[in-house]
């Protein structure tokens, strides 16, 4: 048994996780909290449950880890009396993927409390389960178009984990978040880690936006080399586009508005591609402090058109 099992219980019977060359499984992590833009995070966890085979294998102890006073739980009121309670999760279940791999799905609320006590208990589950990789998601808001391809920024502790997926540029501090301090600590202690933050446009952070969901399976599949399914996730985004474009088809102010983003959003990907090293296209490799003032010039940018004067927060 691990050491931190005071935070969580183990629910039997455990299946065996490990495929049949006796590879471990990965450990895929979305925890809600610090910023989960277009619910993006939520999302995958819920798809990934309802579409595959899932097993629920340990549960968090949220008395001990979520703080309810700054993120009240719900209560449904029906006419004379309450009837219901969202009853707050931190779960991880054992996954099966389309091809029969299992894998591991840490989902549910972002620890407020105890994150060293969090971290250290996941990492000895990983333990536990023989865990060869972990991987992080993430979702932020930033000034990007919904009429643009849906991207996200990768990241892991060997840049070789995501050879042929896109990094951010320079270097910044960010806000801390525990699936971020995951990220590092799976690392410390030996475990491959990465994560994506998926990018979702500013003006639809605050409604579910499947695309992002879409990109998130879909970079876990290729990193994973997991079969997931995406074709409901697919149609939803179609449909979700479509909506959405048909909602400020006669509004002009947005019209305008969508249309400077794009104009922002192709310029930066002309000056990215080809100057990324994960992903060169042919072209003379600009330097680093190119790279990092284009990037710095980008954000700046988005902290002028919302007012805020700051950049985006990026969650890990």
Known sequence: MARHSDLYRMIEPVPDL??????????????EGFSDAGQAIQGVAEHLRETL???????????ELVDYRSRRPHLKYS????????????QLHAV??????????????????KWDGFTNS??????????????????????????????SSAHASDVDLIQ?????????SVPGNVTSLLELRMAEHGIPSAGFTVHVPQYLSQTAYPAAVLNLVDNVSRLADLELPTTGL?????????QVNAQIENNHEVLTAVELMEKQYDQFMETRLGSDSLNPGGKPLPSGDEIGAEFERFLAQQAEDDGSGRGPEMNG
């Open 18 to 31: 490990r495929s049949e060359d006796g590879r471990g499984p990965v450990l895929v992590h979305g925890l």
């Open 53 to 63: 085979d899932s097993q629920l294998i340990v549960e968090f102890d949220v008395d």
């Open 79 to 90: 006419f004379d009396r309450f009837s219901e309670y969202d009853q707050p999760t931190i």
């Open 96 to 113: 099966k993927a389309t091809d029969g791999t299992s894998f591991l799905l840490l989902s549910g609320l972002e620890p407020d409390l």
């Open 122 to 151: 996941v990492i000895d589950l990983a333990a536990t389960f023989g865990v060869r990789m972990s991987i992080g998601l993430g979702a932020m808001p930033l000034g990007v178009p919904h009429t643009r391809p849906t991207n």
């Open 164 to 172: 042929g997926f896109t990094a951010w540029p320079g270097e910044f």
């Open 234 to 242: 697919e149609k939803a985004a179609e449909e979700f586009t479509a």
